[in-house]
């Protein structure tokens, strides 16, 4: 079986097609044909290497996918061959403490799709079963598989470990990847006011038709945590959502209301930050760190896209032959969006 990935890690001159053996569904597990799958900024660290993180080599990239139900494996009940889905790209085992308290995401044995496993940017893919769910009729191939990772993300980010509330203020730090565009949405859907800081105004309009209040630009010359402390009326804002690391957590937390709450999700442009705890303290705020959803959480998200109250923002799609070309979107500063590979 083909699909896209690598056999070692590195830059983009490592991506590649590469031959894998075909997946068999064993108990409680189903075997979906791929229709869609997406990428996400962590395919790109999976093919750089992540410390700790072994993998099976050759390894196919992707975490998200949507598709038909091919075959399932002993055991599984109320699937069926020809059943359109699409995957919740967290894997977790069920019976620590952790799952236990329905806490999936906090599993001791916790993985992700494409990074821990084989991923989606192929013809087949096996999951648990409990890892299916119907594909919303809301949804086509495309915009179902863009959806499960980034707005699960976003949802527990704001909802759970932010404790996002109607009327606060947040700020979503960078503009264009899709978890940023899942969040201005997300909070929106909660009631807050919703303001995006980044570096240029290009992408301004559709954050702004996606539910951002309001735009604001920073650089040398404006930092961002004057921009922010500007932006909020001078009071601070009561989340701010920061996925860049390094370069923006410092100012993040100095842009922090009385009793508010930076929420960090990743590290696209570094792990290793310094701040000022006394900010910490004096405000009585906090740093947070989030991952994925938990099962009902993941549900919830699940229903409002249904709804049509969130829907995936499509940078791109491409077929599954052009997804070198497609993956070297992630690196492009233009992208906006989610870039989707389509399986025939």
Known sequence: ???????????LDRLQFVDVVEPVPGPGEVRVRIRAAAFNHLDRFTLGGIPGVPIERPHVLGSDGAGVVDSVGPGVDGWA????????PGLWDGTCDACRAHEESLCRNYRIVGEHTQGTATDFVVVPARNLHPRPATLGWPEAAASPLVFQTAWRALRTTGALRAG????????GGGTSTAVVQVGKLLGARVVVAARSRAKEETLRRLGADDFVTFDADHPLDRVLWQASQKQG??????????????KSVRAVARGGRVVVIGATAGPLVEVDVRTLFWRQASIRGSTMANAAEFQEVLAHLAAGRLRPLIDS????????????RLESPDLLGKVVLTVP
């Open 317 to 328: 799609t491409r077929p599954l032959e052009q997804g070198l070309e497609a993956f070297h």
């Open 168 to 175: 606060e203020q947040l700020a979503v730090i960078g503009a």
């Open 237 to 250: 804002f009561d989340v701010l959502f920061d996925s860049v690391g390094a370069p923006t957590l410092p």
């Open 1 to 11: 079986m083909r699909g896209l990935g690598f056999v070692e890690h590195g830059g």
């Open 81 to 88: 061959p020809g059943q359109g889905v699409l995957l919740n």
